[in-house]
């Protein structure tokens, strides 16, 4: 069971971590807007994960933990 | 639960001023993970350039120190010869490193100074609006090259690896790219492995990073990516330009 949580408000909605996804559970919030004004990512299917880690570690600003 | 990934310990707790999808936050993480791996925040001193990354010592959590552009090698020579026990470590762009601080550059490398060189080339600057480069590409459109970089004007990108490994004094030279995940596991060990090697005095390593710039570029930041890959990295191809201990041993 993976778990991957968001430090939202640092989020700079530019989408690398959507992209590097293997599984496709990832997408920008256009629903939303974070303190920065950017749309952020989230997570779309909690169970799919894998915690390969590849969108922490494709992501610039540190938002995203991984835990397994 | 067992962390699979957390932000490293040495990169400090504030959001970064870069633009969306700079993978200037990237190299950040991987310098910080390095530091976190050796073990080394609280005798490391950074040395922060001018360009980009000149907000760099909000960034990391060891000691850093400003340097006038170009000429952060010359005051880690320094940082190193005063506090010889103490790791230091450089972090410049390619307007800093390769154009006004060239002869810096060349004469710590050919002086073989025990410091750990990163640097981040994206082909452009960008902190001043996205000008021509010493490292901009043939042909590539900027502020300053509208039709695209004029060899026969403009002169022919530095390659700073290949020049460098032509020198007797550096230790170790590498090139690397932080496209993608692959590139940026390689990139990790390289910079960790020039951490070692300032740790065992084996002297000057530099770090080349192949890095993007969506807004100067003006590409989304995954086309960016992209545009590493298909113009960048056949350019300036990766892999290690210099490394004695390994030429030593097998000699």
Same mark, same amino acid.
């Given at each position: 069971m993976a778990k991957v949580t968001f430090a939202t408000d640092l989020c700079k909605g530019c989408g690398l971590c959507v992209e590097v996804c293997p599984k496709k559970i990832l997408r920008l919030n256009k629903e939303k807007l974070n303190a920065k004004g950017h749309y952020p990512a989230e997570m779309t299917d909690q169970d799919a994960c894998i915690a390969c880690a590849f969108c922490a570690t494709m992501c610039p600003d540190c938002v995203i933990t991984v835990e397994k | 639960m067992a962390i699979v990934f957390e932000k490293p310990k040495a990169l400090a707790n504030v959001p970064l001023h870069y633009c969306p999808g700079c993978t200037h936050g990237i190299i950040h993480r991987l310098v910080a993970e390095a530091i976190d791996a050796l073990g080394i925040e609280g005798t490391t001193v950074g040395v922060a350039p001018v360009g980009c990354s000149v907000m760099a010592y909000n960034y990391f959590n060891c000691d850093m120190v400003e340097a006038a552009h170009g000429r952060a090698p010359a005051v880690a020579t320094g940082l190193k010869?005063?506090?010889?026990?103490?790791?230091?470590?450089?972090?410049?762009?390619?307007?800093?490193?390769?154009?006004?601080?060239?002869?810096?550059?060349?004469?710590?490398?050919?002086?073989?100074?025990?410091?750990? $060189?990163?640097?981040?080339? /994206?082909?452009?600057?960008?902190?001043?609006?996205?000008?021509?480069?010493?490292?901009?590409?043939?042909?590539?459109?900027?502020?300053?090259?509208?039709?695209?970089?004029? $060899?026969?004007?403009?002169?022919?990108?530095?390659?700073?690896?290949?020049?460098?490994?032509?020198?007797?004094?550096?230790?170790?030279?590498?090139?690397?790219?932080?496209?993608?995940?692959?590139?940026?596991?390689?990139?990790?060990?390289?910079?960790?492995?020039?951490?070692?090697?300032?740790?065992? /005095?084996?002297?000057?390593?530099?770090?080349?990073?192949?890095?993007?710039?969506?807004?100067?570029?003006?590409?989304?930041?995954?086309k960016a990516l992209q545009w590493i890959d298909d113009n960048m990295i056949p350019y300036y191809p990766l892999g290690v330009y210099k490394d004695r201990s390994a030429e030593q041993e097998k000699a």
């Open positions: - | 010869r005063a506090m010889p026990e103490n790791i230091i470590f450089t972090y410049q762009g390619d307007g800093d490193l390769a154009s006004i601080g060239m002869a810096e550059t060349v004469h710590a490398a050919t002086r073989n100074e025990n410091i750990t $060189v990163i640097f981040v080339n /994206n082909a452009i600057y960008g902190m001043t609006g996205g000008q021509m480069a010493p490292t901009s590409l043939p042909g590539q459109v900027t502020q300053t090259s509208p039709y695209g970089r004029d $060899v026969k004007h403009c002169g022919w990108p530095v390659k700073v690896c290949e020049m460098l490994a032509q020198l007797e004094g550096p230790e170790y030279l590498e090139r690397v790219a932080v496209n993608n995940v692959k590139n940026i596991r390689n990139a990790k060990r390289a910079i960790q492995k020039a951490f070692e090697n300032q740790i065992n /005095n084996k002297g000057f390593s530099l770090i080349e990073v192949i890095s993007s710039c969506p807004t100067n570029w003006g590409m989304t930041p995954q």
